[in-house]
Structure formats: structure tokens, C-alpha cells
């Protein structure tokens, strides 16, 4: 990321034990240290079966 940097896109997966913590856990300190950074963060979601789509947000639109 540099300072023209204006969207960014994090994936990440897990299927062990401890999956849906470990990614709540994942999904939190990405956000609090975006913010800390100063990065808005306007959405956020977890697919799941009963949820498998994600709509991306286009600001520059």
C-alpha cells in the first residue's frame, strides 16, 4: 500500500476448529489497524452458505 493507494480487497479463509473466532478475531485487528492508519472502512461481510455474495463498494463511481 502506498499513499496513492485508495481501495483495498482482504480474503481470507479457514476451515480448522477454531475457523469462525479465528476470523472474527482476523476481521477485527485488520479493521482497528486500518483505522489507526487513517483507511475509512465501509463494509465488511463473511460469506457464508446461507450468504455467499459480497457487493464491493465503487467510490470512485
Avoid: K, Y
Amino acid at each position: 500500500m502506498r499513499e496513492q493507494t485508495t481501495g483495498a480487497l482482504v480474503v481470507a479463509e479457514a476451515m480448522h476448529a477454531t475457523a469462525a473466532t479465528d476470523i472474527a478475531n482476523l476481521v477485527a485487528a485488520l479493521a482497528e489497524s486500518m483505522r489507526a492508519a487513517g483507511w475509512t472502512v465501509p463494509s465488511q461481510a463473511r460469506l457464508q452458505r446461507s450468504a455467499p455474495r459480497f457487493e464491493l463498494l465503487n467510490e470512485a463511481a
